[in-house]
């Protein structure tokens, strides 16, 4: 019932907001983010957190990117009966730049501090963006009110909109550097800090070559690196996995492990594989790539090569 609600407002919020003007502040994206507001007063994008925040006066919005699947939850979460945190509670259904969502605001103590709080939770509906859901938290402390007011907040929040994946923005995020992709291009990035890199025009990694950058923590003693790296591949979402060869190399003049197996991927069809791992102080880089039989030869150097760009950013 909830869903259906929504969606109803959905169709008439499309109706009722207004086209964007064009002599309005510039729509701001946090690094990496698909979603993006115009920011008032002295609201900075922070470098603690995804979103914007005003330090001296310690106003934040903070800003979560995700899946379109948890949208059901937040919506669950927003007409919850109980809300003990927030006094004063509103709901109420919300037009933005890109649709309409729900926004829940009220007024909280912290610290002995009262702290006005906004919360919008909205996706995508239409458009090129895809698989979106997104909460966007709003505090303001009481002293700050006259700086960001109701008024400005919700005219912030007006502003909200979407992009597509800023792949490039986020691969630079991640605490390394791809400095030869070998002609493979970016498919996703990883939010737990890694990326797949595919060769094709379609992201289906079933039939196409693909390798996967990842970091991890971790540092096993020298002896027990072999089976580190093996008990890693077992986790690897093939099927049938044979491990045909496994030994302790050096890669970028540092210590380092290889295994080449055999393996089945999710459609069954056979596969061939070679994952390298790079160990550091506390920490190891792991690269994998994965293609058919038939383009093994041809792509293994490829490979090698992506492995040998992976390079810690300074």
Do not use: C
Request: aromatic content about 6%.
């Amino acid at each position: 019932m909830l869903r259906r609600t929504l969606a109803i407002l959905l169709t008439l919020g499309a109706l009722v907001v207004q086209a964007p003007d064009p002599a309005a502040a510039e729509t701001v994206f946090p690094p990496g983010l698909r979603i993006g507001l115009t920011v008032p007063a002295d609201l900075k994008v922070s470098t603690r957190f995804p979103g914007f925040e005003d330090a001296g006066r310690k106003v934040a919005i903070s800003i979560l990117d995700m899946p379109i699947a948890a949208q059901e939850s937040l919506e669950r979460s927003a007409f919850a009966k109980t809300q003990s945190e927030v006094q004063n509670l509103k709901r109420e259904a919300f037009p933005f730049e890109s649709g309409i969502g729900v926004l829940v605001s009220g007024v909280a103590t912290e610290n002995g501090v009262k702290v006005h709080k906004w919360f919008l939770i909205a996706s995508s509906a239409t458009g090129p963006v895809r698989d979106l859901s997104t909460l966007i938290s709003v505090q303001v402390p009481d002293d700050a009110l006259d700086v960001y007011s109701d008024a400005v907040v919700r005219a912030a929040l007006r502003s909200v909109t979407f992009r597509p994946t800023p792949l490039m923005e986020q691969l630079g995020l991640l605490p390394f550097k791809l400095s030869d992709m070998a002609g493979f291009r970016v498919m996703s990035v990883l939010p737990s800090g890694g990326a797949i890199l595919i060769d094709g025009d379609s992201d289906d990694i079933t039939s196409n070559p693909y390798v996967i950058v990842a970091i991890g923590r971790g540092a096993p003693e020298p002896g027990d690196r072999g089976r580190f790296a093996a008990d890693l591949l077992s986790q690897a979402p093939l099927r049938n996995l044979q491990i045909q060869s496994s030994e302790a190399m050096r890669i970028s003049n540092g210590p380092g492990h290889e295994i080449r197996a055999k393996a089945e991927n999710a459609t069954g069809k056979p596969v061939k594989l070679v994952q390298w791992v790079r160990f550091g102080g506390s920490g190891f880089v792991r690269v994998i790539g994965v293609s058919s039989e038939a383009r093994w030869d041809d792509l293994f150097n490829r490979f090698r090569a992506v492995r040998d760009g992976v390079e810690p950013r300074g």
